[in-house]
C-alpha cells in the first residue's frame, strides 16, 4: 500500500484546512486509517483513526473530524478552528482493521505516507 498525503499548508488560527490521503494497492476497505503528527522537537503522536468507528485525541476532539471515502481509497483530516499548538507534519497510516489492537498506537500501523506539513499562523 501506498499513501501519498497532500492539502497541507498555511492557516490562520480559527480557520479551516482539509488534508488528504490517497492510498494504492491493497483493498482500501480492510484497513483502518489514522492521522498522526510530529511537531518539531516533539514526538510524533496520534490525532484520529477510523475503521468501523472514529477516533480522536483529547487534544482535537470537537474540532478535526476524521472520513473516508472507500470509493476514492481516500482519507481525509477535516482541521477547523486549529491553533499554534496544531502545527505539525502531518502523516497519514494504514493498518489491518481485523487485526490491529489500538488505533492510537503507530506501532499498529503498517503503511505510512510521506507527510504535509501544517502550519498555523497566530
Known amino acids: 500500500v501506498q499513501l501519498q498525503a497532500s492539502g497541507g499548508g498555511l492557516v490562520q488560527a480559527g480557520g479551516s484546512l482539509r488534508v488528504s490521503c490517497a492510498a494504492s494497492g491493497g483493498t482500501f476497505s480492510s484497513y483502518a486509517m489514522g492521522w498522526f503528527r510530529q511537531a518539531p522537537g516533539k514526538e510524533r503522536e496520534f490525532v484520529a483513526a477510523?475503521?468501523?468507528?472514529?477516533y480522536y485525541a483529547d487534544s482535537v476532539k470537537g474540532r478535526f473530524t476524521i472520513s473516508r471515502d472507500d470509493a476514492k481509497n481516500t482519507v481525509y483530516l477535516q482541521m477547523n478552528s486549529p491553533t499554534p499548538e496544531d502545527t505539525a507534519v502531518y502523516y497519514c497510516a494504514a493498518g489491518n482493521i481485523y487485526t490491529m489492537r489500538s488505533r492510537a498506537n503507530a506501532g499498529g500501523y503498517n503503511y505510512w505516507g510521506q507527510g504535509t506539513q501544517v502550519t498555523v499562523s497566530s
Open positions: 477510523i475503521g468501523s468507528l472514529r
